[in-house]
């Protein structure tokens, strides 16, 4: 028995010897079901997470692009509604501009009037908008757009001429010897001079050009702001003729005098130039230039803006130009007799009788930049006691009426006025003009 147990043991222990060390598993539906599941439901969890999440990519892009259409409408509803108020205000501003270039107003309204204090005798001199000075044989006073007094000068004068150039004013009494030199900021200096005067021109920085008579010589000086002489003329009907008119540049470096005298006993005309710079030095009486007109009064010499002068000859007019020797670049010739002329810095004109080629009218007008070239033509009829130009407007006016033009020829004002008229001025503000009567200064807004 014990033998059978011990043998027993001894098949056991060797089964148990000769047992694998790996043990193959067997295939089980089961687990390879539940393995598929776990696969498919694990890739099918991937690729719903995956399809939500390009779901939400395309959401999101969607989403971009519908923020960057609703940006690029509102960006073109605002761009097509600025093209239509910019059109809109384009149209409005033609048709304003239009309407009032081709409009003339014909009435007026007063916008202030006060009482003058001072006598008929009180010249108006418009030195630019908002500086009005007011020159009389007892002095000049300079007031601001409300009359309001900025300074005063007194003195005694006879017969007080003046002479502007930009915002400086020459005054001299005429047949007398004093001479005072203003600017908008009151007295810059004051002198006398030798002998009898009889004209006076002015530069922008005070230098003063006169004309003086000593019986039968004239002298046809220059001096500064404080009457130092900087240039002395002697000339005579025999030597270089009467001065019939002169000027000074606006810089005080040149002078052009009109001269009527005899030649061979014929009368003869002319212009000199002077220039008093190093270019001039050199020559007698610093004689640059000089301009012989056989058949030709010039009763007028003007210096322009820059390097322009012009010559008003009693049958046309010459434009000149040059830094230091003026030449002749334009000869205007004139037909009727020049009944008035008129300029500033920019442009000058010339009223005549009316031509053949326009009998319905009595003057005709003409405006023309410095250089010679033609703004405009017109006609017209009234009766004027003064012709002047402000600015880009001409003015014409007598006791009773007012008619201002634009420098492009248009009629832009033409009305009565209920006083009667001295002077008619620009005034500070849009469409508004100083009228000076005997007993008023008024302001009036034209419509």
Same mark, same amino acid.
């Given at each position: 028995?014990?033998?059978?147990?011990?043998?027993?043991?001894?098949?056991?222990?060797?089964?148990?010897?000769?047992?694998?060390?790996?043990?193959?598993?067997?295939?089980?539906?089961?687990?390879?079901?539940?393995?598929?599941?776990?696969?498919?439901?694990?890739?099918?969890?991937?690729?719903?997470?995956?399809?939500?999440?390009?779901?939400?990519?395309?959401?999101?892009?969607?989403?971009?692009?519908?923020?960057?259409?609703?940006?690029?409408?509102?960006?073109?509803?605002?761009?097509?509604?600025?093209?239509?108020?910019?059109?809109?205000?384009?149209?409005?501003?033609?048709?304003?501009?239009?309407?009032?270039?081709?409009?003339?107003?014909?009435?007026?309204?007063?916008?202030?009037?006060?009482?003058?204090?001072?006598?008929?005798?009180?010249?108006?001199?418009?030195?630019?908008?908002?500086?009005?000075?007011?020159?009389?044989?007892?002095?000049?006073?300079?007031?601001?757009?409300?009359?309001?007094?900025?300074?005063?000068?007194?003195?005694?004068?006879?017969?007080?001429?003046?002479?502007?150039?930009?915002?400086?004013?020459?005054?001299?009494?005429?047949?007398?010897?004093? /001479?005072?030199?203003?600017? *908008?900021? &009151?007295? +810059?200096?004051?002198?006398? $001079?030798?002998?009898?005067?009889?004209? =006076?021109? %002015?530069?922008?920085?005070?230098? /003063?050009?006169?004309?003086? *008579?000593? &019986?039968? +010589?004239?002298?046809?000086? $220059?001096?500064?702001?404080?009457?130092? =002489?900087? %240039?002395?003329?002697?000339?005579?009907?025999?030597?270089?003729?009467?001065?019939?008119?002169?000027?000074?540049?606006?810089?005080?470096?040149?002078?052009?005098?009109?001269?009527?005298?005899?030649?061979?006993?014929?009368?003869?005309?002319?212009?000199?130039?002077?220039?008093?710079?190093?270019?001039?030095?050199?020559?007698?009486?610093?004689?640059?230039?000089?301009?012989?007109?056989?058949?030709?009064?010039?009763?007028?010499?003007?210096?322009?803006?820059?390097?322009?002068?012009?010559?008003?000859?009693?049958?046309?007019?010459?434009?000149?130009?040059?830094?230091?020797?003026?030449?002749?670049?334009?000869?205007?010739?004139?037909?009727?007799?020049?009944?008035?002329?008129?300029?500033?810095?920019?442009?000058?004109?010339?009223?005549?009788?009316?031509?053949?080629?326009?009998?319905?009218?009595?003057?005709?007008?003409?405006?023309?930049?410095?250089?010679?070239?033609?703004?405009?033509?017109?006609?017209?009829?009234?009766?004027?006691?003064?012709?002047?130009?402000?600015?880009?407007?001409?003015?014409?006016?007598?006791?009773?009426?007012?008619?201002?033009?634009?420098?492009?020829?248009?009629?832009?004002?033409?009305?009565?006025?209920?006083?009667?008229?001295?002077?008619?001025?620009?005034?500070?503000?849009?469409?508004?003009?100083?009228?000076?009567?005997?007993?008023?200064?008024?302001?009036?807004?034209?419509?």
């Amino acid at each position: 028995m014990n033998f059978l147990n011990k043998l027993k043991k001894e098949k056991e222990t060797d089964a148990e010897k000769v047992k694998p060390i790996h043990s193959e598993r067997k295939f089980s539906f089961q687990d390879a079901l539940g393995n598929l599941r776990s696969a498919v439901f694990g890739k099918a969890v991937n690729i719903k997470e995956l399809y939500k999440k390009k779901a939400d990519q395309n959401m999101q892009s969607d989403e971009m692009l519908d923020l960057s259409s609703k940006l690029r409408l509102h960006k073109n509803k605002v761009r097509i509604r600025t093209a239509v108020i910019l059109t809109i205000v384009l149209v409005a501003s033609v048709g304003y501009g239009v309407y009032h270039h081709v409009k003339v107003y014909r009435h007026y309204t007063l916008v202030s009037g006060e009482e003058r204090s001072d006598d008929n005798a009180t010249q108006y001199v418009f030195l630019k908008k908002g500086c009005i000075l007011k020159c009389n044989p007892n002095g000049v006073t300079c007031v601001n757009k409300s009359n309001e007094v900025q300074w005063n000068t007194t003195f005694t004068m006879q017969n007080p001429i003046l002479d502007i150039c930009g915002t400086t004013v020459a005054v001299a009494d005429q047949r007398g010897n004093e /001479v005072y030199i203003f600017n *908008e900021n &009151g007295l +810059v200096g004051n002198f006398k $001079v030798e002998y009898t005067l009889t004209k =006076i021109r %002015v530069a922008k920085q005070g230098v /003063v050009a006169a004309v003086l *008579e000593d &019986g039968d +010589v004239t002298w046809i000086n $220059v001096y500064d702001s404080q009457g130092n =002489i900087i %240039v002395k003329n002697k000339t005579s009907i025999g030597k270089a003729g009467y001065p019939l008119d002169m000027d000074i540049s606006s810089d005080g470096l040149k002078m052009a005098v009109s001269f009527a005298g005899i030649q061979n006993q014929m009368l003869n005309f002319k212009v000199d130039f002077y220039n008093f710079s190093s270019v001039g030095k050199d020559q007698e009486n610093n004689l640059v230039k000089e301009v012989e007109y056989e058949n030709s009064v010039i009763p007028q010499v003007q210096f322009l803006g820059g390097d322009y002068a012009v010559a008003f000859r009693d049958d046309g007019v010459t434009v000149f130009s040059g830094k230091h020797v003026p030449e002749e670049k334009k000869n205007i010739a004139v037909g009727q007799e020049i009944v008035s002329t008129f300029y500033d810095d920019d442009y000058f004109g010339i009223i005549t009788e009316s031509d053949e080629e326009e009998q319905t009218h009595r003057y005709k007008m003409e405006l023309y930049r410095k250089n010679g070239t033609k703004c405009f033509q017109t006609y017209f009829d009234m009766e004027y006691s003064e012709v002047k130009i402000h600015g880009e407007e001409v003015f014409l006016y007598n006791s009773s009426e007012t008619m201002i033009y634009t420098t492009a020829g248009k009629l832009k004002y033409s009305a009565a006025y209920d006083k009667q008229i001295s002077e008619v001025i620009p005034a500070e503000g849009l469409g508004k003009y100083m009228i000076i009567t005997p007993d008023s200064v008024d302001i009036i807004k034209i419509g």
